[in-house]
């Protein structure tokens, strides 16, 4: 609301954002504020949910007992992590039948990252150490966001993610040092992830024209390059170390500052996918209307079954 | 479908802290879905779940502007026994948030007492508390609107998560290079 600027209320929430305070659900904020939270929590949510896709067709494929427990306990946890995210966002007046519609009608994004297909077991392995490594990196970002349930949710998936992450990395790093077939499956892995987990967060500061207000709002803490340089700082050292090569040929270190600089990134696929050219988008959807139309008898059932406890059944 | 408020107990002795929400076709439907939102890693003791519109939520910003007898007496919704207002005691939780530090839980039970009302029951537990002005947030539920998970179901609904140590990170190490190594 254009009379939002300047008001009492505003000049309050912005000096409650400046002392690092959570805004509560009940407290008073701009209306552009709840929608680009709404927004920004509901396309979380929905990578959450769509994000289970990739890896949950390898469940049935996974090498031994160990390795596929702790699938299922990964996707388990991603469809937890949309739970968490769902219910921030209603904190803010969104309701879940709405979300979910916006997600299977295309109006609504989910990252990027999750339309492309997982063509290998290693697949798995490197989703969980470059995708979940550059989420949490986002994440950790987030969980300072000032809007309270946002930033709890985030602390908690955190926790739970950096499982994820590692056991990403241990798979990997075993690859890496396994036969040389395990080795090519490894390269080939961090070859076809590497560029996609670097698009994930987002385009460069200076194509990003949302970063600044939201910067302000205390809901981002950090920009979408300095998240990126923060994933690769970190990873570039641990997969150099696991023997493999990451596919930039730019890729250099500034003994400066100490930052690995990256070569361009083809910004012409990232939108592309975006706007849903991607290798698996209408996939990834078809998936998603498949398992909603599948569970309209569990609805069906429950609100049916509501109703009866309720005692307005067609059977009362 | 209903939406219900979450709230885990830790160990024995702790706090019930609202966690989140589920959507559920009644209590017992809440507290199975909870269980798999909330507990999938310990711990968990306890469960309780609350209809989203039982709970009377205060943030300090809406006390500093606002009634407190604004608060609807949504008890007699769920208990259908006290529909005129304020005629009889019955118990009310209370809960807090008391930080704006980093956490994964929102506000934290910190005590039940009688009153006719959410309204008399936030005043009451305002009047007893020496930092009420200290307060960031207030959650009033009438005791009748909550359902808990049963003493019974709590070894098999929580004590499993114990053994699946594969879900903890720190069964896997700091990996290559080690942790000194990240975030230059």
Request: with cysteine; proline share 5%; hydrophobic share 40%.
């Amino acid at each position: 609301m254009e009379r939002d600027e300047g008001s009492a209320e505003a000049r309050e929430f912005e000096a409650r954002i400046a002392r690092g305070e959570k805004i509560e659900p009940g407290d008073w904020m701009p209306d552009a504020y709840r929608t680009q939270l709404i927004r920004m929590i509901g396309q979380h949510a929905h990578s959450e949910i769509v994000g289970m896709l990739p890896e949950g067709a390898w469940i049935d494929k996974a090498p031994s007992l160990r390795r596929k427990l702790i699938l299922v306990a990964k996707v388990q946890d991603e469809a937890g992590h949309g739970q968490y995210l769902y219910h921030a966002a209603e904190t803010l007046g969104a309701s879940r039948d709405e979300m979910t519609e916006a997600l299977l009608a295309g109006k609504a994004k989910y990252s990027s990252v999750f339309n492309y297909p997982t063509l290998t077991w290693a697949d798995v392995g490197m989703i969980g150490w470059l995708v979940d490594g550059a989420a949490i990196r986002n994440q950790l970002m987030l969980a300072q966001c000032s809007y309270g349930p946002y930033s709890r949710a985030m602390v908690r998936i955190c926790s739970e993610e950096t499982f994820h992450h590692k056991q990403g990395r241990e798979m990997i790093v075993l690859y890496a040092a396994g036969t040389p077939s395990q080795r090519r499956m490894a390269q080939d892995a961090l070859d076809r992830w590497w560029w996609p987990s670097l698009m994930m967060l987002g385009p460069h500061d200076a194509d990003s024209p949302n970063t600044p207000q939201l910067v302000a709002w205390g809901i981002k803490t950090k920009t979408n390059d300095q998240v990126r340089q923060e994933f690769i700082n970190e990873h570039v050292p641990e997969l150099q170390g696991a023997g493999l090569t990451i596919p930039d040929p730019a890729l250099v270190r500034d003994d400066v500052t100490g930052d690995w600089r990256h070569g361009p990134i083809d910004w012409d696929e990232f939108w592309s996918v975006v706007k849903g050219n991607g290798p698996c988008n209408a996939e990834r959807l078809a998936a998603r209307q498949k398992a909603h139309d599948e569970g309209r008898w569990v609805r069906d059932a429950l609100d049916a079954f509501a109703a009866r406890q309720a005692g307005t059944g067609l059977d009362a | 479908m209903t939406r219900w408020e979450v709230f885990k107990q830790d160990t024995v002795g702790k706090p019930y802290q609202a966690v989140g929400s589920v959507h559920a076709a009644d209590a017992q439907h809440a507290l199975l879905t909870a269980a798999h939102v909330f507990a999938r890693r310990p711990s968990a003791h306890s469960l309780w779940v609350v209809p989203a519109d039982s709970i009377n939520s205060r943030t300090a910003q809406e006390l500093a502007t606002r009634e407190v007898q604004d608060m609807g007496s949504t008890a007699d919704a769920v208990t259908g026994t006290v529909r005129d207002e304020g005629s009889r005691e019955q118990p009310y939780h209370v809960f807090r948030k008391s930080s704006h530090r980093r956490s994964m839980t929102f506000v934290d039970h910190v005590g039940t007492l009688e009153a006719t009302s959410p309204a008399a029951a936030l005043d009451r537990a305002m009047a007893e508390a020496p930092d009420a002005a200290q307060a960031l947030a207030w959650w009033v539920v009438p005791a009748a609107a909550v359902t808990a998970s049963s003493e019974a179901d709590a070894a098999s609904w929580f004590e499993p998560a114990k053994d699946k140590t594969y879900k903890q990170q720190s069964l896997y190490g700091a990996g290559p290079g080690g942790s000194s190594r990240r975030n230059p």
